[in-house]
């Protein structure tokens, strides 16, 4: 669910299937979600990418973190926005503006600023994601 972003050729196509890579031509692995929020509404999901680029991005492998976000022009009424270490007070929806990625594949820094590596020029692996709630313990000596 979410837009609609690859055509049957690989190439960006509103109609086409959709697809929660930051580069669809690569291969997008080992998802993780989780739903959090007041009542779980908010899904997430990490994943990384590995593999070369076939639209002049990054080879390296790197790991992407995306929300829901309600879009109600979009299949299932939502759309992914990603979520990564530049994207701070940006909106970045995985969807078919910008180049027909959507802005995180427009170039090789806006891919980077979408990513959650450390160090976007090294390789970043198996990526997990958690939900709950996280209470404060007071440890008294």
Same mark, same amino acid.
């Given at each position: 669910?979410?837009?609609?972003?690859?055509?049957?050729?690989?190439?960006?196509?509103?109609?086409?299937? @959709?697809?929660?890579? %930051?580069?669809?031509?690569?291969?997008?692995?080992?998802?993780?979600?989780?739903?959090?929020? @007041?009542?779980?509404?908010?899904?997430? %999901? %990490?994943?990384? +990418?590995?593999?070369?680029?076939?639209?002049?991005?990054?080879?390296?492998?790197?790991?992407?973190?995306?929300?829901?976000?309600?879009?109600?022009?979009?299949?299932?009424?939502?759309?992914?926005?990603?979520?990564?270490?530049?994207?701070?007070?940006? /909106? +970045?929806?995985?969807? /078919?503006?910008?180049?027909?990625?959507? @802005?995180?594949?427009?170039? @090789?820094?806006? +891919?980077?600023?979408?990513?959650? !590596?450390? !160090?976007?020029?090294?390789?970043?692996?198996?990526?997990?994601?958690?939900?709950?709630?996280? /209470?404060?313990?007071?440890?008294?000596?």
């Amino acid at each position: 669910m979410g837009a609609d972003r690859l055509a049957p050729n690989g190439g960006p196509y509103s109609g086409g299937d @959709p697809t929660l890579n %930051v580069d669809p031509s690569r291969d997008g692995i080992e998802p993780d979600d989780a739903f959090t929020g @007041p009542n779980d509404k908010v899904a997430w %999901v %990490v994943w990384y +990418e590995t593999g070369p680029s076939n639209i002049g991005l990054a080879d390296n492998d790197m790991v992407f973190a995306a929300k829901i976000v309600a879009d109600p022009t979009a299949d299932g009424g939502f759309h992914w926005q990603a979520v990564g270490n530049g994207t701070t007070g940006l /909106t +970045e929806p995985l969807d /078919t503006s910008s180049t027909g990625f959507g @802005p995180c594949a427009a170039s @090789p820094t806006a +891919e980077a600023a979408c990513s959650l !590596n450390a !160090n976007p020029a090294e390789g970043a692996e198996d990526p997990q994601v958690a939900a709950g709630t996280l /209470t404060r313990s007071i440890r008294r000596s």
